[in-house]
């Protein structure tokens, strides 16, 4: 391609090809299709359009919470009500009060498409290509290229988001540019979009933690004079911009108490445990331990509080210990830290924490992926994040088979494997990380072939979905474990545990060769310099952009090139 | 496969002029009893695995990447072709081989030529087992997920030998790299992916065998070549808009020696290699004195000049004219004019039937044929006189552009035929490059009113964008030379224009029908339905035609 005169068009091809792919995904179908009285997501979606440009902001909460009450926080309801008058605008029986529901025509379905990929590309594109800019800045062309085509087509959003219908992408890409106003050193945004985000879905709570001791991080970096300053603007900005989210149902404009609709509606802790069978801990446990016969509710939900915190402690801790340790340099020297704590943060919170759904995944499996996209094939970090991408996708099959979309969930994996040069099954010298991920996919593989020759048994009728949630949940776990793992490895890099190390040398080759998201073997062994290690990635990345067509082979005789060929 | 093929055969060839062609292993090809004995020595020489180790990655990553995308659109618009195709498999599997050609359960006859009969109760077996509904002929319209998961599946199985084709056009090209541009562009190509991956039909199929003909032309074997072309010509009657120069060419350059003497081995043995094939093909109804039925089947001389949508030729641009003319008559009230009362109503509204012009005399398929004859007739001769590869290549395109261009009764989706072998030339020269792009762009845009579903319109827009892109700027950084006088440089401005002209066109088409909505509704419909139509033919057939001129200007001037 760069040999071709397309070095200016890769960008826009990329997103227009990603575009493109996403429309496809969405001419299948979707969730609840058919099966009324109650559909599924879509209707939910639909029907939150319909409510809020038909009912005043203090019916939105309460209306008829039986057909699928609101139950997002409040920009969720703000989008809704913009997509409902522009889709009213068209064909207004598509968003009658009541008259609409469960409504099926073609002109509605093409319509709710649309709105997601205008959404997504409103977000979620942008925060993908200003990360790419921040995160991996002093990258080559190449790495950011792939690391852009890795986040935009990543499969598990492609197809709850354009296949099953939601607007996860709003929400993740919200987190991402807070994650990268972070990274380009301006806090305030960064805290004002992760606050829209957490406005969006209450999901982003997963970050919660992570970004929440990331800042104070940063706070105790800064020293006793700006440590403060920040700190104080910090919490001014979050709550201005969270009174501001919150608004119509704050007391000047709605009588005290309407702010406890939206809260008990966000937070159902009047449901199960789990929904459905999703890949966490208590789900997969649930196959020997009892917990619902065991406990009451309310000593469950205290459990999974106290299993999730402690999960995500050593993220946290590190994170607020590195800052205080590093404190007085610049710039946010914990930076590194902040994907791994993002990860341990929201996978604890996936595993451990009350009423998960198996579609929570994608938000760990952001800062997954995002330290995939900068990693060099050969490295642990781009086996395990490829690896967890295709479990996580694998454990929402039940989910995609019920709403029919088992051709775009194969179609959607192939292709991704096949752009990031994914394929364990190669043959070659293999790593343990590589058997353990060939072991793996085998196993899904094996699962999903008997299920298609042997039909459930009537007294087991659930045995696909609860091998499934058997065989995901380690994988997530492993990935929760290595995430701390990780973070401590960081810490050490940046000199925080180290005794002999010189914290300002590895700060500034760390800030130098921006940023954490390699894979630091050259840490492991105590050494805390980047360069040896930003080496190493850009050799094998040429080998993974192979599949791309970025020109660099292996094998001289079979040379691939781009699209367009090679001198 | 056929590596010692080529190094008996195409090798020497190169070196030498044609008589001296060795002919020793061709009869390797016809010596068969019938051409089933030809293609098992065929498949002899295909090693499956050594031809998969032969893929390069750059291939499979276009192989899978292209595949994934097709999977999604399984679900997407199909046109009544699926439910004809669908029939068609039906017929072939439960009626008896006497009844094809006669069979009239459903309005969509077979109407193919019989190898795609053939092809289509090949396909049913397979279809029996994943669904016996399928092959049912009363079951009329059956669209279970079933069904368009298994058609739409051959279509990309069968694409397989479009794909091997092109994957053998760039080994032993004189320029891989660019060839390779060319294979993936083709393999790529918009106009397979609207026609067949979404409106449905097999198209990636016939060209594969259209261009593995045009490969062992190449490679110097004329004889595979033309049985090839044969058999082609069996699977669907349309490419024998392109048998005229296939006549010449294998006439001239393998019949007959360079100093003009019939050499009787290689015209008995094409001639054989051809007899062969049609007697596979058309023996069984011959014998069933079924011939003349078929025959009514395949030539329907029912329809009228243009399509329901004016396929963007030489008489949409008449046509054009004549409305253009009987409203000028209207508001000047030229009593003079001679204006048909019938043709008044006729084709505003685009209805399928017979076009009447109101100003303009009529038109008769005799006329048609006559302007297409002469218009090969002038390719062809220059065919005659210089019987290489390239000038067959560039003579096949037009003879296929000419009946497009003046044909009767042409469909949208014929322009297939000229865009696929043009594709071959587009890394010739600047010259070739140009007309490449101008007939690509217009001509792939001109497939868009068949899908006039919204749900499919971001994917043909945007896909044909990724593909223009990806084909034009890098084979533009090889060729493109920039216009040296100030003629060309007007020239080249005007053709920039003209193809920037396309999303304005785009633009008005996408809003008109928003804009006219409450008029839409009220009265005269129909007729705000059909402007964005008709400017797009209009259009189209602008750089269509100026590609026809531009590319037989090039041909004949070529020394």
């Known amino acids: 391609m760069y040999k071709q005169g397309l070095r200016h068009h890769v960008i826009p091809l990329i997103i227009l090809s990603s575009a493109l792919i996403k429309w496809c995904i969405g001419l299948g179908s979707y969730s609840g299709r058919g099966t009324a009285p109650m559909f599924g997501d879509y209707e939910a979606q639909r029907h939150w359009m319909e409510l809020t440009i038909h009912l005043p902001t203090n019916k939105w909460y309460t209306y008829d919470l039986q057909y699928w009450g609101l139950d997002y926080p409040p920009l969720t309801a703000y989008v809704s009500w913009l997509c409902g008058i522009m889709g009213s605008w068209i064909d207004s029986s598509w968003l009658a009060l009541d008259a609409s529901r469960g409504i099926e025509t073609q002109g509605s379905k093409n319509f709710m498409r649309s709105t997601v990929l205008l959404w997504d590309a409103l977000t979620y594109t942008p925060a993908v290509l200003y990360f790419v800019k921040i995160w991996l800045r002093n990258r080559s ?284 099954f190669k043959l070659r010298q293999k790593s343990l990380m590589e058997y353990f991920s060939v072991t793996i996919l085998s196993l899904c593989t094996m699962l999903h072939v008997l299920e298609i020759m042997v039909p459930p048994s009537p007294r087991l009728p659930d045995i696909y979905p609860v091998l499934n949630v058997l065989l995901s949940t380690p994988v997530f776990g492993i990935t929760w474990l290595w995430s701390i793992k990780r973070s401590i490895e960081v810490s050490w890099g940046l000199g925080v545990l180290g005794l002999h190390t010189k914290p300002q040398e590895a700060i500034q080759s760390e800030a130098g060769s921006i940023i954490s998201v390699e894979d630091d073997r050259s840490l492991v062994g105590g050494n805390s310099s980047g360069v040896g290690l930003v080496h190493s990635a850009s050799r094998s990345l040429s080998l993974r952009t192979r599949s791309l067509g970025y020109g660099a082979e292996k094998r001289p005789s079979l040379r691939s090139g781009s699209f367009s060929g090679e001198t | 496969m056929n590596r010692v093929h080529k190094l008996s055969t195409a090798s020497p060839a190169r070196r030498t002029t044609f008589s001296e062609e060795p002919v020793r292993s061709e009869p390797a090809v016809v010596e068969g009893k019938d051409d089933k004995k030809s293609s098992a020595r065929w498949l002899q020489n295909i090693d499956v695995y050594s031809w998969i180790k032969d893929v390069t990655p750059f291939e499979w990553d276009i192989l899978l990447a292209s595949t994934c995308f097709k999977l999604l659109l399984f679900p997407a618009y199909r046109s009544t072709d699926f439910e004809v195709h669908r029939n068609w498999l039906a017929i072939t599997h ?44 009363t079951n009329l319209n059956y669209d279970a997920w079933s069904v368009v998961v298994y058609q739409r599946m051959t279509v990309i199985i069968t694409e397989l030998v479009l794909a091997t084709a092109l994957q ?35 198209n990636g199929f016939m060209f594969g065998i259209l261009l593995w003909s ?49 050499l009787p081995a290689r ?35 029912t329809r009228g000049l243009n399509h329901a949508y004016w396929a963007p030729n030489f008489w949409a641009l008449v046509t054009a004219t004549d409305r253009v003319l009987l409203k000028v008559a209207h508001v000047f009230s030229i009593q003079s004019l001679h204006v048909n009362v019938s043709g008044v109503a006729s084709t505003s509204r685009g209805l399928v039937g017979d076009t009447v012009f109101a100003v303009i005399p009529n038109i008769k398929p005799i006329h048609t044929f006559i302007i297409t004859i002469a218009f090969q007739l002038i390719f062809l001769t220059k065919l005659w006189r210089t019987p290489t590869y390239k000038s067959f290549l560039a003579a096949l395109t037009l003879c296929g552009y000419t009946s497009y261009m003046f044909g009767w009764h042409v469909h949208e989706k014929a322009i297939l035929l000229v865009l696929v072998p043009l594709s071959l030339l587009s890394a010739e020269n600047n010259a070739y490059f140009r007309t490449f792009t101008i007939a690509s762009i217009s001509g792939v845009y001109s497939l868009f009113p068949l899908l006039f579903t919204a749900a499919e319109t971001p994917v043909k ?21 920039f216009p040296m006088s100030l003629p060309w440089v007007i020239l080249d401005s005007l053709e920039r224009l003209y193809l920037a002209g396309f999303v304005v066109l785009q633009a008005f088409v996408t809003l008109f029908p928003l804009l006219t909505r409450s008029q839409a509704a009220s009265k005269a419909g129909s007729a705000f339905e059909f402007l964005p139509l008709m400017l797009t033919s209009v259009y189209c057939a602008v750089g269509l035609v100026w590609a026809f001129i531009r590319l037989s200007v090039i041909y004949l001037r070529q020394t």
């Open chain 2, 461 to 481: 827009i945007g896909y044909s964008l990724v593909w223009a892109v990806l084909t034009i700027q890098p084979l533009s950084k090889r060729v493109y030379e």
């Open chain 2, 267 to 301: 015209f008995l043995s094409l001639a054989n290699a051809v007899i062969l094939v049609f007697t596979a093909s058309l023996g069984p109804f011959l014998l069933m004195g079924q011939l003349p039925q078929l025959l009514s089947r395949l030539f329907p001389f």
């Open chain 2, 168 to 202: 053998r056009f760039i080994r032993g090209a004189a320029d891989p790299p660019m060839q390779r541009i060319i294979s993936a562009s083709l393999f790529l190509h918009p106009g397979f992916l609207i026609v067949d991956h979404i409106h449905f039909q097999y």
């Open chain 2, 94 to 137: 439960s009626l008896p081989i006497s009844q094809w050609y006669h069979d009239t359960t459903s309005e969509w006859t077979l109407d193919y030529p019989p190898f795609f009969a053939y092809f289509e109760k090949l396909l049913s077996i397979p279809a029996h087992f994943i669904d016996p509904k399928i092959v049912e002929l």
């Open chain 1, 141 to 424: 062309p190449k790495t950011q290229h792939v690391a852009t085509m890795v986040l935009l087509l990543q499969p598990a959003l492609l197809l709850v988001d354009f296949g099953h219908f939601q607007y996860n992408s709003v929400m993740l890409g919200f987190t991402l540019l807070a994650m990268s106003f972070f990274a380009a050193g301006r806090d305030l945004w960064g805290a004002v979009f992760f606050v829209l985000s957490l406005g969006f879905k209450q999901m982003a709570l997963y970050y919660a933690p992570a970004i929440g001791s990331y800042l104070i991080a940063k706070c105790l970096s800064l020293g006793p004079h700006n440590g403060p300053k920040l700190f104080i603007r910090l919490g001014l900005v979050t709550t201005a911009s969270f009174a501001v989210i919150f608004l119509p149902f704050l007391p000047p404009l709605s009588p005290f108490p309407a702010i406890l609709q939206p809260i008990h509606r966000i937070f159902p802790f009047q449901r199960g445990l789990f929904e459905d069978k999703v890949a966490n801990f208590w789900c997969a446990s649930n196959v020997v331990l009892k917990w619902r016969i065991w406990m009451q509710q309310d000593t469950l939900i205290k459990l999974s509080a106290l299993f999730t915190v402690a999960g995500f402690l050593p993220g946290i801790g590190g994170m607020i210990y590195s800052g205080y340790k590093l404190r007085a340099t610049y710039p946010a020297p914990v930076l590194p830290l902040l994907p791994y704590a993002l990860l341990t943060s929201s996978m604890s919170f996936f595993l451990f924490s009350f009423q998960v759904h198996e579609k929570t995944i994608l938000v760990p499996l952001l800062p997954l992926t995002l330290l995939l996209s900068g990693a060099a094939s050969s490295s642990f970090t781009f086996q395990l994040g490829a690896l967890v991408n295709n479990v996580a996708l694998f454990s929402m099959w039940p989910l995609l088979q019920r709403d029919g979309l088992a051709l775009q969930y194969i179609a959607a994996m192939l292709l991704w494997n096949r752009l990031i040069g994914y394929n364990p």
């Open chain 2, 214 to 262: 045009l490969l062992m032309a190449r490679n110097g074997n004329k004889l595979a070549s033309g049985f090839f072309f044969a058999v082609l010509l069996n699977f669907k009657h349309i490419y024998m808009y392109l048998a005229p120069a296939y006549f010449v060419y294998l006439l001239r350059a393998f019949c007959l020696s360079p100093s003009g003497e019939l």
